[in-house]
Every structure is written in structure tokens, then in C-alpha cells.
């Protein structure tokens, strides 16, 4: 199945995740180990995929990040409109 990508990326959230995790000072398996108190099953290596706008995001990933990295959902997805407009101007 191919996916679909805005700007040759499979997420928009890439670099706002990875600001947002180092500013609250957890690791890649800090998050990890939060996300799955909440119940949410990931990896590591998914949240590296991420990061590397190599892997699509969940919804209940989305909902996890925001509730452990204490954003609101803005704040996830800030600059989305400027991704979406070069998508579309292409």
C-alpha cells in the first residue's frame, strides 16, 4: 500500500515532537516508557521513525505525546498550514 505524503514526509509533527521532548528532558526511551504507562504500545525505534519523518503517526500516539509532553494540540502540529501550502503549491 503506498502512503501518502505532505512534502515527501509521512507526519507533520517530526520536529515539533523532538523540540518539545528535548525542552521536557526525556530520551527517545524516557518517552517510550511514559507513553506506555499510559497503555500505549510503541517502541523506541517508532519514536526514532517519527522523529525521522519516517513512520506515520496514530492517533492514540498523537493523543499520548500531548498528554505526556503536557502540549495542546497546536503546539503538535505548529507550522502544519505551512507544510499544507507548499503541498498544494507544488
Do not use: C
Not at 496514530?58 to 505548529?78: A, M, P, Q, S
Amino acid at each position: 500500500m503506498t502512503r501518502r505524503r505532505i512534502d515527501g514526509e509521512l507526519n507533520v509533527i517530526s520536529e515539533n515532537l523532538r523540540k518539545y521532548r528535548k525542552q521536557k528532558k526525556l530520551s527517545q526511551a524516557g518517552l517510550v516508557r511514559e507513553l506506555n504507562l499510559l497503555g500505549i504500545p510503541i517502541h523506541k525505534n517508532d519514536i526514532s521513525k517519527i522523529e525521522n519523518k519516517e513512520r506515520v503517526v496514530r492517533d492514540y500516539e498523537v493523543w499520548g505525546f500531548i498528554k505526556t509532553l503536557d502540549l495542546d494540540i497546536d503546539e503538535l502540529f505548529y507550522n502544519i498550514e505551512i507544510k499544507l501550502d507548499k503541498e498544494q503549491n507544488t
